[in-house]
C-alpha cells in the first residue's frame, strides 16, 4: 500500500477563493481523519470519519469548512471562501478497528491564501 | 484548553547524548498514549506507544516512561543520533468508541553532531 495520499502537496490560492484538499486512506482503514497544524495550535483535529460517516466535527473553525467522505477510498476538505488564516498545513489520516491501532499519516497539503 | 501539553517547543542535546522530551496531560480519561514523529515537509510517523497499565515501554533506543498520578509522561532516546533531529508530538487517546488522537503543540529536538 501507498500509504495515505493527499493532493495537492502545496496550494496558494487568493483570498475569497474556494480550496479543495483531498485524501486517499489506506485501504482496509475505517477511520480517517482531518488535522491542522499551525505553529500556534500544533496539530488540531478538524472533523473525523468511521466508515464514512462523519463522527466528530467539532473541530471544524468554522461554517467555511466543510468536509466529505462520499465512499472509504476519497475524502475532501473544502475551504468556501478561504482566508488568509486558514494558511497551514492540513493532514490525514486513517487508521483500522483494531485496539489501540496507532493513525498513519499523509504528506500533508501546505495551503497558503494571500 | 488544550489537553495534552508540551511545554518545550525546542531542545538541543549534543550527539550521543541522551534526549528527554515532556508531556503533560489533563485528561485523567486518557488510557493510551503515543509519540510521533515529524521530519520537515512529511506528515508524523508513528514512533512508540504506551498503555496505562504500564509505566515504561522500551523499543530500542527509544523508552517512553509513564507517570499517571503526574499525568505525565516521558520519551528518552539514548542514545541520540542527528538523525533524530525532527519535532516530536505526543498525542493521547481514550480508548473505546473514540479514535481521535490529541496532539500536544510539539517539540523540536536538535541533535548536534
Known amino acids: 500500500d501507498a500509504g495515505v495520499i493527499q493532493s495537492p502537496r502545496h496550494e496558494v490560492t487568493e483570498m475569497g477563493q474556494e480550496v479543495t484538499l483531498r485524501c486517499k486512506p489506506i485501504?482496509?482503514?475505517?477511520?480517517l481523519f482531518w488535522y491542522r497544524q499551525t505553529m500556534m495550535r500544533g496539530l488540531e483535529l478538524l472533523i473525523y470519519?468511521?466508515?464514512?460517516?462523519?463522527?466528530?466535527d467539532s473541530g471544524m473553525p468554522e461554517d467555511r469548512f466543510s468536509a466529505k467522505m462520499p465512499n472509504a477510498s476519497f475524502s475532501t476538505l473544502k475551504i468556501q471562501p478561504s482566508e488568509p488564516r486558514d494558511s497551514a498545513v492540513y493532514f490525514c489520516?486513517?487508521?483500522?478497528?483494531?485496539?489501540?491501532?496507532?493513525?498513519?499519516f499523509g504528506q500533508g497539503t501546505r495551503l497558503t491564501v494571500v | 484548553d488544550q489537553q495534552v501539553k508540551q511545554n518545550s517547543p525546542s531542545l538541543s542535546v549534543q550527539e550521543g547524548r541522551i534526549s528527554i522530551l515532556n508531556c503533560d496531560y489533563t485528561?485523567?480519561?486518557?488510557?493510551?498514549f503515543l509519540w510521533y514523529k515529524k521530519y520537515p515537509a512529511e506528515g508524523p510517523t508513528f514512533l512508540i506507544s504506551?498503555?496505562?497499565?504500564?509505566d515504561k515501554n522500551e523499543d530500542g533506543r527509544f523508552t517512553v516512561f509513564l507517570n499517571k498520578s503526574a499525568k505525565h509522561l516521558s520519551l528518552h532516546i539514548v542514545p541520540s543520533q542527528p538523525g533524530d533531529s525532527a519535532v516530536y508530538f505526543c498525542?493521547?487517546?481514550?480508548?473505546?468508541?473514540?479514535?481521535?488522537?490529541?496532539f500536544g503543540s510539539g517539540t523540536q529536538l536538535t541533535v548536534l553532531p
Open positions: 489520516a486513517s487508521c483500522g478497528t483494531g485496539y489501540l491501532t496507532e493513525a498513519f
Open positions: 485501504s482496509g482503514h475505517d477511520y
Open positions: 470519519f468511521n466508515n464514512n460517516v462523519p463522527i466528530d
Open positions: 485528561n485523567s480519561m486518557f488510557d493510551y
Open positions: 504506551i498503555s496505562s497499565i504500564k
Open positions: 498525542a493521547a487517546l481514550r480508548s473505546g468508541s473514540a479514535r481521535q488522537l490529541t
